[in-house]
């Protein structure tokens, strides 16, 4: 359970997140590629517009 955590300059590349709860976490500023959570494991946690792409484009999501 990683709720409420605040990972501060953490390197969260490559991750397995799969089961974690992260709601209230802050990812931001945190290298995120290759890190593997769903939608389920996100729900609550706050990233920045450069992860929330990231995290968009690995889920195949056109942004028109």
Do not use: K, Y
């Amino acid at each position: 359970d990683l709720t409420g955590v605040v990972f501060l300059r953490c390197d969260l590349s490559n991750v397995d997140f799969t089961g974690a709860t992260l709601a209230g976490a802050d990812l931001r500023g945190c290298p995120i590629e290759g890190m593997r959570a769903g939608p389920s494991e996100l729900r609550g946690a706050t990233v920045d517009e450069a992860q929330a792409l990231a995290l968009v484009r690995a889920m195949d999501i056109s942004i028109d």
